[in-house]
């Protein structure tokens, strides 16, 4: 077997490595899209994440990108969503009344401070990951994340006139360092 051959087989093998990682993480791709939307329907963040995961792997196929590893290719996967639902969500339609106060919340920011906000919180990246997602600086992922935190601290006060007693505690829990 030649060098070339061989490269060739490990790249396969790392390419459906890839594909089975990102198979595996739908469901958690599918709860950004619903969140980023704020509480868009299921059909529609399905399509978000459909779409988003055909043109990675299209990218992957024809190596305009190729990520290293499966957190690399994550991150891959995270980016394109969040950038098709930036020309989609860019202003959040109001959440129906069977949302949760929590939808309400987020569909009051800002698109890009929704994305960070979820980003470090709900699906965990570090800073420099979540910032390298939304396409931001780190110093400007800080300050959106404040002003997401605040905003949605603030809305949570405000929404019925008093801090209702699950939102100190969502707040706390909105606020993961890492």
């Known amino acids: 077997m030649t060098n070339e051959a061989a490269f060739a087989g490990r790249l396969m093998s790392n390419y459906e490595d890839i594909l089975s990682e990102l198979s595996e993480a739908t469901p958690f791709f599918r709860r950004y899209a619903r969140a980023l939307g704020a509480g868009v329907g299921l059909v529609v963040a399905d399509g978000l994440v459909h779409s988003a995961l055909q043109g ?4 992957l196929r024809a190596r305009e990108v190729t990520p290293s590893d499966r957190e690399m290719a994550r991150i891959e996967a995270y980016k394109a969503i969040t950038s098709l639902a930036a020309h989609k ?7 129906g ?9 987020l569909a009051a920011l800002d698109f890009t401070d929704r994305a960070v906000l979820l980003l470090v919180s709900l ?4 800073y420099a990951a979540a910032a390298d997602i939304a396409g931001i600086s780190r110093e400007t992922l800080f300050l959106r994340l404040q002003r997401a935190r605040a905003a949605l ?3 949570s006060a405000n929404s019925s006139g008093v801090v209702q007693v699950g939102a100190a505690r969502s707040s706390a829990h909105l606020r993961v360092i890492k």
């Open 56 to 59: 990675l792997g299209a990218r």
């Open 89 to 95: 969500y860019q202003v959040a339609s109001a959440p």
């Open 97 to 105: 009344p069977r949302h949760p106060p929590i939808v309400h919340g």
């Open 123 to 126: 699906e965990g990246f570090g």
């Open 153 to 155: 601290e603030n809305w």
